[in-house]
């Protein structure tokens, strides 16, 4: 098992983030039963969920984590740990191109142009 695999919390078999999904039960303001899982093993009716290949970027990441903010977790361990088991994925600098292109987009700007060298904006 490589350092930054996800882990399937049903099966304990590690998971392709294109294969993941993260899934949690919303009542209200309160949210609980976080759980990161092969999509065949998530649980198929009620929770909310979102796709582990959207959160890693870094836009989707950050409105994961923000939206979290002001809500009531009474357990917020699991949420943590998906939270930890992520960020490798959304930081990874494997793929700079891919990378440097959605980090750009999640802050307005344009990948490759210098900010503030946009002419007639
Ligand atoms: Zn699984």
């Not at 093993?41 to 970027?57: C, D, K, N, V, Y």
């Not at 990874?92 to 700007?109: P, T, Y």
Request: charged share 25%; aromatic share 8%.
């Amino acid at each position: 098992m490589a350092e930054y695999d996800l882990v399937c919390d049903s099966c304990s078999q590690t998971c392709d983030p294109l294969d993941a999904v993260v899934t949690w039960t919303a009542d209200g303001d309160s949210e609980s039963d976080f759980a990161l899982t092969h999509a065949a093993h998530a649980p198929t009716s009620g929770p909310s969920r979102i796709e582990a290949r959207r959160l890693i970027w870094p836009n989707e990441f950050l409105a994961f984590v923000n939206a979290r903010f002001g809500k009531r977790i009474a357990d917020p361990e699991p949420l943590r740990a998906i939270v930890a088991a992520l960020a490798p994925f959304v930081m990874r600098h494997d793929n700079a191109a891919e990378v440097d292109g959605m980090r750009a987009a999640s802050f307005g700007a344009i990948p490759g142009v210098k900010p503030g060298t946009e002419n007639g904006k």
